[in-house]
């Protein structure tokens, strides 16, 4: 199984900043996955990527942008924070043909 | 745009109860399905499907896919306590051009009582 581990369980920043969630995975896997979660809307996708600097946008890209240099790391970029992004991002990670796995989890506050 | 319903929102019933909870789907060119559960941090995997009429089992939860009708059964056993949980549904498919996304339902919300 892949293993997922996200930097941080929680993070407090402020409108205007630049903020940065980090996701590494163990595995030498192509496809990560940044989602964000909120309550009665489910989990959303952001952006994912399938190869080091390959990117696709997912359903909600606007506000975040991501970077993928090292296989292994694919971090989630809010290039600048908004009180509408406070919210639960999860990181997946997937093999092929694979279920995605998840990390932990950051709980996000935009004050 | 890919598309998954999950029935019922939300469910209480007490320890040894046999729960079924409901996932209908609509996707281009089907690939899986999955299911997960969520309790207080990240999502964990359950199951994966891809073939119909072939259930899948771990202890008291099995799973079932109907491809034909477009959609997945997950029963619980005998619940506990501990399965309170939110379960959540996904489906991956071949929307847009990528064969890598899950669409996820809204979850259904467990609640076992003792």
């Known amino acids: 199984d892949v293993k997922v581990t996200q930097s941080s369980r929680y993070l407090v920043k402020r409108t205007g900043e630049k903020v940065f969630l980090e996701c590494v995975q163990d595995?030498?896997?192509?496809?990560m996955f940044w989602y964000r979660q909120d309550p009665g809307l489910g989990l959303r996708l952001i952006y994912f990527?399938?190869?080091?600097?390959?990117?696709e946008k997912g359903d909600i890209p606007e506000g975040y942008s991501v970077s993928r240099e090292k296989k292994e790391r694919f971090s989630l970029i809010l290039e600048s924070a908004s009180t509408n992004q406070t919210s639960m991002y999860l990181c997946a990670g997937q093999g092929s043909n694979q279920p995605q796995h998840f990390g932990d989890g950051t709980r996000l506050s935009i004050l | 745009e890919d598309k998954v319903v999950q029935s019922p929102l939300s469910l209480v019933v007490h320890e040894g109860d046999t729960v079924t909870l409901n996932c209908s789907y609509e996707?281009?060119?089907?690939?899986?399905l999955l299911w997960y559960k969520q309790e207080k941090k990240a999502p964990t995997f359950l199951f994966m499907l891809t073939s119909s009429g072939i259930e899948k089992k771990s202890g008291r939860l099995s799973s079932i896919l109907d491809k034909k009708e477009l959609f997945s059964i997950l029963n619980i056993t005998a619940t506990q306590t501990g399965d309170s949980a939110v379960y959540l549904c996904?489906?991956?498919?071949?929307?847009?051009?990528?064969?890598?996304?899950?669409?996820f339902g809204k979850g259904t919300l467990l609640t076992v009582n003792p």
């Open positions: 996904a489906v991956r498919g071949n929307s847009g051009g990528s064969n890598y996304k899950l669409t």
């Open positions: 990527s399938y190869d080091v600097k390959m990117k």
């Open positions: 595995m030498d896997h192509e496809n």
């Open positions: 996707v281009t060119n089907f690939r899986s």
